[in-house]
């Protein structure tokens, strides 16, 4: 299970200097990390194409983290005005010295996002989740709500897949210790509404194999409440 201290490590992770400067080139740009990429921009291309068919097409969004500028180009092909937010001044680095500054980009920390209420359309929010414990996505989703007008964009790991399939199989064999956290559709709703979110559509990053892969590409809505309170867990 993700704890809060696989959190502070991923965070000290990106930092590095020579994670940020290789980044791309052993996440993207081999040919199976060219398919991976291919698929998830397709999978986030569908999320915005949904949300423009449930009303005004996203105009404006914030993407964070934002890393090396991965959404960029998706950005600038549906014509959406993007800021790009991340911890890691490193990784910013890269993305700057591959976009200039076209886009502009900002250090902040996902718990306290330097931006107004509603300020953008839509939060894109891809490759993060999954590092952090579900008391950090709270109150990171809750943040993220913040600042969205109407949509989040985001990517999950859910336990659908034939990975998890495996690895419950070892663990209950005594062959694996524990087992990493993935969501069921029922906790990915149950989360996003205590965060004041409802999922809409739900795009699988292999488009007619979802089986294969344990990503998928979540549109959310922001909900007219107040997001619910979280309980502190009871032993």
């Given at each position: 299970?993700?704890?809060?201290e696989?959190?502070?490590?991923?965070?000290?992770?990106?930092?590095?200097?020579?994670?940020?400067?290789?980044?791309?080139?052993?996440?993207?740009?081999?040919p199976r990390?060219?398919?991976?990429?291919r698929r998830?921009?397709?999978a986030?291309?569908?999320?915005?194409?949904?949300a423009?068919r449930?009303?005004?097409?996203?105009?404006?969004?914030?993407?964070?983290?934002s890393?090396?500028?991965?959404?960029?180009?998706?950005?600038?092909?549906?014509?959406i005005a993007?800021?790009?937010?991340?911890?890691?001044?490193?990784?910013?680095?890269?993305?700057?010295?591959?976009?200039g500054?076209?886009v502009?980009?900002?250090?902040?920390?996902?718990?306290?996002?330097?931006?107004?209420?509603?300020?953008f359309?839509?939060?894109?929010?891809i490759?993060?989740?999954f590092?952090?414990?579900?008391?950090?996505?709270?109150?990171i989703?809750?943040e993220?709500?913040?600042v969205?007008?109407?949509?989040?964009?985001?990517?999950?790991?859910h336990?659908?897949?034939?990975?998890?399939?495996?690895w419950?199989?070892?663990?209950?064999?005594g062959l694996?210790?524990d087992?990493?956290?993935?969501?069921?559709?029922?906790?990915?709703?149950?989360?996003?509404?205590?965060?004041?979110l409802?999922?809409?559509?739900?795009?699988p990053?292999?488009?007619?194999?979802?089986?294969?892969?344990?990503?998928?590409?979540v549109?959310?809505?922001?909900?007219?409440v107040s997001?619910v309170?979280v309980?502190?867990?009871?032993a």
């Amino acid at each position: 299970m993700t704890s809060p201290e696989d959190y502070e490590r991923s965070k000290r992770h990106y930092r590095s200097v020579a994670i940020a400067e290789g980044y791309d080139s052993w996440r993207y740009d081999t040919p199976r990390g060219r398919r991976r990429n291919r698929r998830d921009l397709g999978a986030i291309d569908r999320a915005v194409a949904e949300a423009a068919r449930r009303g005004p097409p996203i105009a404006s969004a914030l993407d964070l983290p934002s890393g090396t500028g991965r959404l960029v180009p998706l950005l600038r092909q549906r014509a959406i005005a993007g800021v790009g937010a991340d911890i890691s001044i490193e990784m910013m680095r890269v993305a700057r010295r591959k976009y200039g500054a076209a886009v502009p980009l900002l250090q902040c920390n996902a718990e306290q996002i330097p931006h107004r209420d509603d300020a953008f359309d839509a939060v894109f929010s891809i490759r993060f989740l999954f590092h952090l414990d579900r008391s950090a996505r709270g109150r990171i989703l809750r943040e993220m709500r913040r600042v969205s007008r109407r949509w989040l964009i985001l990517d999950v790991r859910h336990r659908y897949n034939l990975r998890s399939v495996v690895w419950r199989l070892a663990h209950r064999l005594g062959l694996r210790e524990d087992l990493p956290d993935r969501l069921s559709r029922r906790g990915l709703a149950e989360e996003l509404h205590e965060s004041g979110l409802e999922p809409v559509a739900v795009c699988p990053s292999r488009r007619y194999v979802g089986f294969f892969s344990d990503k998928w590409i979540v549109l959310a809505e922001k909900k007219a409440v107040s997001p619910v309170p979280v309980r502190a867990a009871t032993a």
